[in-house]
């Protein structure tokens, strides 16, 4: 709305003044139709009433309408053919389901798009007319008129204004107005503060993740009871069914998660930690090892010997046995195949 | 020619009678806002120790998961289409009592709704976790199930409650501009931002009545879907006594009646509390009885089809809850119920005499509400009770916290109206002249 | 009749023969065991509000001296229509592939409409948070979660076995061996009145005697579809 | 208000911080390694110990579900041949038992000069205390336990001999009048086999097997066997007892007889089984009995038991024809003063219908013990007569030292054997139980032994098997306090009162050597594999047990009609005391079993008094008043329950509650229906007849609180049913 240099002339009037024949004055003194306008505290019915331009508002309301029943349809069918979860037996997508909620989506978006379209309807008409005297809501017309500042008309309406019968002619010249945006949006900002306050405390609250019972490796630990042998007890040896690959395989992948870090790839104790302990772990190809029998060093994988460990606690029986085995069959002549190479 | 005349310099005076709630806060006033702050303040704190401990502050147990929090929602849904109701077929039919009436009756829907809403909140087990009703996308793929009734429930009562706000809004915009221009102090900037600039030039009027006269018809039908979707949530379950398809046109009803009494009750305050004899004259107590008969009548003619298909079909789930009702544990809230809401009506407001008399229908409305509250609370809990495995039949009665909170609920909503009087011109001014103008021109 | 849908090898059912149920209530008691259920306590209790996943109901029937009293376990017949299941409006109760009815601790919000539509009210319903005095703590499950107040709990066939017994079947390549996975309540039933099993295997035990003459289902008018078929007490 | 733009951006900015403020973490979990591995427990893994359920003493075989060292759920053992996998309700909760807030956490000791207060005190004083006592006792000592079997029975049985005191086994829900019966009647000390699987038509007397009955869970099992586990045959089952009990709501057919007259009855159809019926059973008992059923009017037996001729005939046609009948008594039947001589009338039926040693009758197998479990010797049950005598004797100046062992003789036994007089009046008062009960709170030193899921030991079923088992304890758990086995506190008292007592470190040690010696000469590593897959698998249980011929030694001559204690006029009713078949006698302290609903009353959390609904119209009392029931010992009050299923001139109460120290759930809950019993004796068997006791009620007027787990929150239910199609309009 770039400023012009423009008056706006205001009559007021008696109630039972002819409006339509002072509407004809004024437009013949020279005032286009369309910049007149009658106020009053009460629409007056029939004639008084200038044409409306635009588009007609049912047409908008239509249109939202059919909007509004696509949003239902995505809201009910759509996420629901997007997240499929079986309920009741009822098909996913249930079509009474939909025609009840698109309908009420249907009228809640039509009815908001009418109510947005007068607001801007009101406020574009009214935007052209600046003042509104107290006056006419106590029972009296008034008649604004915008004319050009320069030139005859302005004297001319005032005239025909006067003859109308008018009480009181005002005249006020049009101002530059551009912080009523900020004026309106100002508040608005202040509303939306507190609520995006409150979204955040929602996400706050942590439900059930405390459980009372307790986790897995949760303190306090407890151990189990001496003596006791639980049906499928780690410590006893089993007859295994042959599920993972022969023993030799399972033991060498034992040795290699467990042993290589002190005993070295091959075993002969020169792992990469080796240096770092007070006594070298022993050299699993020597002959001491070789002499001691599958259950001697399954005996000392079960209780540890000197600086190692016991790997009671890490691995099951059967486990220790296989890398008992593999662990002989480091230290033993490897039968030599036919064609020369050991067999590791 | 000189009534009409007349009606244009009469206009300052209904400017100053209208406006005159706005302005002047009596003693009186303010202890009437202290004592329902004290209410609110009661029911706000037993919610927040039920939320704290647990809802088994309430006295529900298994079969009765259901009870007074749910019956105060379908109450407080029902008085809402009271305001819509009267403004939206008034209007329609251009029945020219409906001026002083409209406003009344849409306060009364917009605070009735936010109530129901609220009631919805004090009956949710986990009610920090409400949000998860709401469609917004999540990383966890997962979004309200919309073929449960509580979630067109929940989209209903949303559109009506926007549809009704802008309803009650749209004729309130040249009110706000009269306002603007005689009220100062802190409600000035409000006013001059409600009012959109109104300047009340005849294209602006002509866009305003389009409108009104377009949302009318929308916001009639909001109000049918929504009330009989309340309906439906009783309506699509398995449990015998609610499994009935008259559920939804008998909601609607009872909707209608229980807010016409609540609006009779309105009409009564705010003409006693203000003087308005001349503005809310026995003519209008007269059609709303005259309405109220009608209502009452279709009420009771469902009421009576309903009950008469069970009695005579003996199925023994629904004889049981109907044997309850009759000689059981409820007879007594129920026959309380038949003459509060249709024995006392057709007796009473069929002579005219006691329709134009304004305390007869104050008694009348405050007389159909409580017979309506229990009527919903009669189709909530006795079909609970009686399960079709006897082994669970139980009985329920509302705890002490259960009616704190209630009763805090009321407490806010007559606080909102209260308040709301102080800020919002009761009587519509510009429709209010406008009737009195073609008043004189017929 | 939901039909057996061949892509997925489970639909799990029970069978409930009503002439070996002596009312011993051991099931009553295995239940809570294995499912972490709250102890409520007598105030709690004469509120109604003891939560038992499976009940005896006892009904009368005749007058002194030829009365006889019948025992009716009632627990969630894991409905093929179930009616609690849309009218959920979170998702927190929904029907699983392999036929049970899921309930999810963490989506439902206390609305208990599925409270109000199931019609063996075989619902509970956490009306506070629930407290275990010390020690007893030590005995809760941690596989099975423990419910805080404002949640729907009910029967769910011991769903955590179920999953157990899947991946151990899965590891070993096979499909669950019928009577590998058998609820708590089964389990410990001394007169073996309840039986567990797969619906979709025709020669499981469960199928077997749910074809009996005997049998009938709670409710069937509803069109519910129950899971759980009841054999007829023949005295 | 103007606000510039660039303000209202920045409020905008700030709506938005305010939005991503709440990054709340959740608690942090510690994940806490161990520092030694412990070698069984992998994480989130669940180990299953079997081991055997010490709550009665049935002894079935359990598997006990732990996780991380706790204890989480006990379920059967399939293989254990007791109870197949299956469990009772007491059996599921007993994990509740180990985890009880109140159990006792160290032993104590109580000055009952001063404040009678109980002061925790360490291990050596208090075995010293008691060692000092038992050594000045010079042999007058009495010891009180619960039945033991295997390696703590002989354990015990040495320690008594090596102090010279005398030992007595008391279980309240022992029926000693049936193991009276038993003896004199087939001279076999054991109680047989009854192979109700087998059987096609059962006629119990009174007998609860369904509910809490000397092996609670076998007698289930085998009863689903009866009915439905053989394709053609159903077994029939009739009940005579006064009140329809949780075992009669099973039955095909209830006789509610009047109570006493069990015998009686037996008589009748004992009668008709010789006379009219005698072509199908081969009659060459009829010599010995000749003299009981002879004699016989059977007008007069009709109305004694007030159950009419054509039924007594019915009952005797069928039982004849059938193939394999089988008759049991005991429970109600035990609970009169002719109880053992009707018991043997019950047992001489089975003779008749010579189904003794019959597959589906009554079946005797040589007991069986591991070597050296001095099975030879009989402990003597404490009945109510012979704890009279004990008082007596205390009282006439020759107190001596008293020991209990994981038994309440105080609250069980009726008030008016004032157990609580013979623990004043002995020197020294010694306990063993986890839980301060009643017995424990009047005692000098309270020693807790271990749970049985912290414990070890062994268990030799009481009736005799077809299966020849031995079960086995293993700890489940480590001990959650500073408490003992039971074994191991006798050892180290005998080693106090005489050193060298025996070579073993350890009752663990003791029940692992009796276990490996008597595997046989075997390898020592044999051995130890052996005793690892008896461990693994609950015990060991060989398939033939060897059946033991049993002949009917002396028939019983006479059988005297029962007494009741008080005058017929002032006292009408009868009061009829049953087990409550939630708690039984002891299980009031698991709040699983207190919320655990009765099935019949569906009553929960407290005591009741069941009328017939006639009676209580008569008496104008509705139910959930409150009653006073009167005998001429005293009165208590109760709520009354609407009970269809009941003489009306018979009252029930279920016993169990009314505890005044026995934790925090039982304590000062619901009240004990004993104190009305006015002692009355079986003659033979010396056990409190405690039906004998007549009664007179009165409604107070005031209302009580009936916690129902049917139509819940109800105050008013009536419990039968208004017809709702009763047409009102």
């Known amino acids: 709305m770039p400023p012009r240099d423009e008056l706006e002339l205001h009559a007021l009037f008696e109630p039972d003044v002819d409006v339509m024949n002072v509407r004809r004055q004024i437009a013949h003194a020279g005032v286009p139709e369309g910049s007149i306008h009658v106020l009053s505290p009460v629409p007056l019915s029939g004639a008084a009433s200038d044409r409306i331009a635009g588009i007609p508002l049912y047409v908008v309301t239509v249109l939202a309408g059919l909007v509004g029943i696509g949003v239902g349809l995505f809201f009910a069918a759509g996420t629901a053919a997007m997240y499929p979860l079986m309920t009741g037996g009822k098909p996913i997508v249930a079509p009474p389901v939909v025609g009840i909620v698109s309908y009420e989506t249907m009228m809640l978006v039509a009815i908001v798009t009418t109510f947005l379209t007068t607001v801007v309807k009101v406020r574009a008409t009214n935007s052209e007319i600046r003042f509104r005297d107290a006056r006419i809501d106590e029972g009296r017309m008034a008649v604004a008129i915008r004319v050009p500042m320069v030139g005859t008309i302005a004297g001319a309406v005032r005239e025909a204004l006067e003859q109308a019968g008018a009480i009181d002619v005002q005249a006020s010249v049009i101002m530059d107005e551009e912080e009523t945006v900020a004026q309106r949006v100002g508040p608005a900002a202040s509303l939306l503060l507190p609520i995006a306050l409150a979204g955040a405390l929602v996400g706050c609250s942590q439900d059930m993740q405390e459980q009372a019972s307790y986790q897995s ?61 007070k006594e070298p772990p022993g050299n699993l190809k020597n002959d001491e090892v070789r002499a001691m029998t599958d259950e001697q060093i399954y005996g000392v994988l079960t209780e540890g010997k000197d600086m190692m460990p016991s790997f009671k606690g890490e691995l099951s029986a059967n486990e220790r046995l296989d890398l008992a085995r593999f662990v002989a069959s480091l230290s033993r002549p490897t039968t030599v195949r036919a064609d020369g190479s050991e067999d590791h | 020619m000189d009534t009409r005349h007349a009606v244009w310099n009469d206009m300052r005076g209904i400017n100053r009678d209208l406006l005159a709630p706005l302005s002047e806060v009596s003693g009186r006033y303010l202890l009437l806002v202290a004592c329902l702050a004290a209410l609110v303040a009661a029911g706000a704190g037993a919610w927040l120790y039920q939320i704290e401990t647990g809802i088994g502050q309430t006295n529900m147990h298994p079969p009765i998961f259901w009870s007074s929090y749910i019956a105060s929602f379908v109450y407080w849904i029902g008085v809402s289409h009271s305001g819509t109701f009267i403004s939206g077929v008034l209007r329609l039919t251009k029945a020219e009592w409906r001026r002083p009436v409209t406003r009344i009756a849409e306060l009364m829907t917009i605070i009735s709704v936010m109530i129901a809403g609220l009631c919805v909140f004090f009956h949710l087990g986990r009610v920090w976790r409400w949000y998860y009703l709401i469609p917004y996308p999540n990383q966890r793929e997962i979004w309200p199930d919309f073929r449960s009734p509580l979630m067109w429930d929940a989209t209903a009562v949303f559109t009506y409650a926007t549809a009704s706000t802008i309803y009650l809004y749209l004729p309130l915009i040249p009110d706000f501009a009269l306002a603007r221009d005689r009220v100062g102090g802190w409600r000035k900037p409000i006013y001059t931002l409600l009012s959109l600039g109104w300047k009340g030039s005849q294209r602006e009027w002509e866009t305003l009545n389009t409108a009104i006269r377009i949302i009318t018809p929308l916001i009639v039908m909001v109000m049918i879907s929504v009330h009989s979707i309340v309906g439906w949530d009783f309506g699509m379950s398995l449990v015998p006594g609610w499994h009935t398809s008259i559920i939804a046109p008998y909601f609607v009803v009872g909707a209608v009646h229980s807010g016409l009494g609540m609006v009779a009750i309105g009409l009564y305050v705010v003409r006693r509390t203000y003087g308005w004899e001349q503005y809310i004259r026995k003519e209008h107590f007269d059609k709303l009885g005259k309405l109220l008969v009608v209502t009452t009548l279709t009420l009771a003619y469902l009421y009576f089809a309903d009950q008469l298909t069970v009695w005579y079909g003996k199925k023994p789930d629904e004889m049981a809850i109907l044997h309850s009702m009759i000689t059981g544990d409820y007879a007594v809230p129920f026959w309380a119920m038949i003459a509060l809401i249709y024995i006392f009506p057709l007796a009473l407001l069929t002579n005219p005499t006691f329709r134009a008399w304004p305390v007869g229908m104050l008694c009348m409305g405050i007389g159909i509400n409580i017979g309506m509250y229990v009527e919903r609370a009669l189709i909530i809990v006795p079909p609970l009770t009686h399960p079709r495995l006897t082994y669970q039949w139980s009985q329920y009665f509302p705890s002490w916290i259960e009616l704190t909170i209630l009763t805090g609920a009321l407490a806010l909503a007559v606080l909102l109206y209260v308040l709301l009087s102080k800020f919002v011109p009761l009587i519509s001014i510009w429709e209010e002249k406008e009737g009195r103008l073609h008043a004189a021109a017929r | 009749m939901a039909e057996a849908d061949e892509k997925e090898p489970y639909r799990w059912g029970m069978v409930v023969d009503l002439d070996r149920c002596t009312g011993c209530e051991a099931c009553v008691v295995a239940c809570h065991a294995e499912n972490n259920i709250r102890i409520s306590g007598e105030r709690e209790a004469a509120e109604g509000r003891a939560i038992n996943w499976i009940r005896i109901e006892r009904y009368w029937e005749g007058e002194y001296p030829n009365v006889k009293a019948k025992f009716m376990p009632v627990l969630c017949q894991h409905c093929g229509n179930a009616p609690c299941e849309p009218v959920c409006p979170v998702y927190a109760s929904y029907h699983t592939p392999d036929g049970l009815n899921a309930q999810v601790y963490n989506r439902c919000i206390g609305v208990r409409y599925c409270g109000n539509n199931c019609p063996y009210v075989a619902r509970q319903f956490n009306w506070f948070d629930p407290h275990w005095d010390a020690p007893l703590e030590e005995q809760l499950n941690p596989d099975v979660t423990v419910r805080q107040n404002g949640i729907m709990e009910k029967c769910t066939f011991c769903v955590q076995r179920i999953r157990k017994a899947n991946e151990q079947a899965d590891q070993e390549g096979r499909h669950i061996r019928d009577g590998e996975v058998q609820p708590a309540c089964v389990q410990t039933c001394p007169t073996s009145a309840l039986v567990f099993g797969n619906r979709n295997d025709p020669k499981s035990q469960v199928s077997v005697m749910a074809r009996s003459d005997r049998g009938f289902r709670l409710l069937e008018s509803l069109g519910t579809d129950p899971a759980v078929t009841y054999l007829k007490r023949l005295s | 208000m103007k606000i510039k733009r660039r303000t209202w951006i920045k409020a905008a900015a700030a709506a938005m911080a305010a939005a991503a403020l709440p990054g709340c973490k959740p608690q942090a979990h510690k994940l806490v390694p161990y520092l030694l591995p412990d070698d069984e427990i992998v994480p989130g893994v669940a180990d299953w110990y079997a081991s055997t359920c010490d709550e009665c003493s049935a002894g079935c075989g359990v598997l006990v579900r732990t996780m991380e060292g706790r204890a989480k759920k006990i379920e059967g053992n399939p293989d254990h041949p007791v109870n197949e996998g299956k469990l009772c309700a007491r059996g599921q909760a007993a994990v509740q038992s180990l985890y009880h807030p109140d159990r006792l956490r160290e032993p104590r000791q109580r000055n009952r000069k001063s404040s009678g207060a109980f002061e925790p005190i360490t291990w050596q004083k208090a075995i010293g205390v008691i060692a000092e006592q038992l050594r000045s006792a010079h042999g007058r000592i009495v010891m009180i336990s619960r039945p033991l079997s295997g390696t703590s029975r002989a354990l015990l049985l040495e320690f008594m001999d090596m102090v010279g005191g005398r030992l007595y086994w008391y279980d309240p829900a022992a029926d000693v009048p049936l193991r009276t019966a038993l003896s004199l009647s087939f001279g076999h000390v054991g109680l047989p086999h009854y192979d109700l699987a087998g059987a096609d038509y059962l006629v119990s007397f009174g007998t609860p097997f369904l509910e809490q009955w000397l092996s609670p869970v076998s007698y289930g099992v085998a009863f689903g066997r009866m009915r439905q586990g053989r394709p053609t045959v159903r077994g029939h089952f009739v009940h005579i007892e006064p009140r329809l009990s949780l075992t009669a709501a099973s039955a095909d057919r209830w006789i509610p007889i009047r109570p006493g007259t069990e015998g009686t009855l037996a008589l009748g159809l004992g009668h008709l ?255 130890e594999q052996q005793w690892i897959s008896s461990l693994q698998q609950g015990g060991r249980w060989k398939d033939d047990a060897k059946p033991l011929s049993v002949t009917a030694r002396r028939p019983p001559t006479r059988l005297d009609p029962a007494s009741f204690m008080g005058d017929e006029q002032l006292y009408p009713l009868h009061l009829y005391p049953y087990p409550s078949m939630t708690m039984g006698h002891s299980g009031a302290h698991l709040p699983w079993l207190q919320e655990l609903p009765d099935t019949l009353t569906t009553a929960m959390w407290g005591t009741w008094v069941e009328i017939n609904p006639a009676t209580a119209a008569r008496y104008g009392i509705a139910q959930g008043d409150i009653v006073r029931i009167e005998s001429s010992r005293g009165s208590i009050e109760a709520p009354a329950m609407l009970f269809p299923g009941i003489r009306p001139d018979v009252v029930a109460m279920p016993v169990g509650q009314g505890h005044t120290s026995y934790g925090r759930y039982a304590t000062g809950r619901g009240v004990n229906p004993l104190q009305l019993a006015v002692p009355a004796f079986d003659h033979e068997s010396g056990a409190f007849a405690t039906g004998a006791t007549r009664v007179q009620i009165e409604g107070t007027g005031r209302r009580g609180r009936l916690v129902l787990l049917q139509q819940p929150a109800v105050d008013a239910s009536e419990l039968i049913q208004v017809d709702p199609a009763k047409p009102i309009l």
Not at chain 4, 297 to 310: E, F, Q
Not at chain 4, 340 to 355: W, Y
Not at chain 4, 375 to 400: C, H, I, Y
């Open chain 1, 217 to 277: 490796q949760e303190a306090p630990r407890l151990h189990s009871p001496e003596g006791s042998i639980p049906r499928a007890s780690r410590g006893v040896l089993k007859a295994r069914s042959t599920s993972a690959g022969p023993s030799e395989e399972r033991g060498a992948a034992l040795f290699r998660i467990n042993c290589v870090h002190c005993h070295g790839v091959q075993g002969d104790g020169d792992g990469p930690v080796a240096p770092y302990l």
């Open chain 4, 273 to 527: 089984l010789m006379t009219e019926q005698s072509e199908h059973r081969s009659n060459h008992l009829r010599g010995s009995y000749e003299a009981l059923f002879g004699g016989v009017d059977l007008k007069r037996i009709a109305i004694d038991t007030d159950v009419p001729t054509d039924e007594l005939r019915r009952l005797a046609k069928e039982c004849a024809g059938a193939r394999h009948p089988l008759v049991i008594g005991g429970g109600a039947a035990c609970s009169h003063t002719n109880a053992t001589q009707s018991l043997m009338a019950i047992n001489g039926l089975n003779a008749l219908l010579a189904n003794i040693g019959q597959p589906g009758g009554v079946r005797f197998y040589r007991s069986h013990a591991l070597p050296n479990h001095g099975e030879d010797q009989t402990v003597p049950w404490l009945t109510e007569r012979l704890a009279q005598a004990l008082l007596g004797e205390f009282e006439s100046g020759q107190p001596s030292v008293l020991l209990v062992n994981e038994c309440n003789p105080v609250f069980s036994m009726p008030p008016a054997m004032h157990m609580d007089r013979l623990f004043a009046r002995a020197s020294f008062v010694a306990s063993f139980g986890p839980l301060l009960d009643e017995s424990a709170s009047l005692a000098d030193v309270v020693c807790p032994s271990h749970h049985w899921l912290e414990g070890w030991g062994d268990h030799v079923p009481d009736a005799a098997m077809a299966v020849e088992t031995t079960s086995l304890r293993q700890p489940a758990v480590r001990p959650l306090y500073d408490s003992r086995e039971f074994g191991d506190t006798v050892l180290e008292l005998a080693r106090a009162v005489r050193p060298g007592f025996l070579p073993v470190k350890s009752f663990a040690e003791l029940v692992k050597h009796h276990w490996t010696s008597g595997f046989g000469g075997i390898s020592l590593a044999e051995q």
